[in-house]
C-alpha cells in the first residue's frame, strides 16, 4: 500500500517535471523563432528597426510569462 503511493507520488513529480521540461523547450523556441525573424525583417528593412525591436521584446516576454505560467501550474499538480 505505501509502496505503491509512493509510486504514484514519484510518477506525479516525473510528470511535473517533465511538463515544465516541455514549456521550458516550447518557450526557447518560440523565442527563437522570433529572434530570427525580427533579424530576417531588420535586415529586409532597417528603416523600422526600432519599432521591430520593440514587438520582439513584447512578444518574447509573453512567451516566457506563459512558459513559467506552464512551469508553475506544472509543479502545483504535484502537490
Request: hydrophobic share 65%; glycine share 16%; charged share 10%.
Amino acid at each position: 500500500m505505501i509502496s505503491t503511493l509512493l509510486a504514484i507520488e514519484g510518477i506525479a513529480k516525473f510528470g511535473a517535471a517533465v511538463g515544465a521540461g516541455l514549456a521550458a523547450i516550447g518557450a526557447g523556441i518560440g523565442i527563437g523563432r522570433i529572434g530570427g525573424q525580427a533579424m530576417d525583417a531588420m535586415a529586409r528593412q532597417p528603416e523600422v528597426m526600432n519599432k521591430l525591436f520593440t514587438n520582439m521584446i513584447v512578444a518574447a516576454a509573453l512567451i516566457e510569462g506563459v512558459a513559467l505560467f506552464a512551469a508553475v501550474i506544472a509543479f502545483l499538480c504535484v502537490g
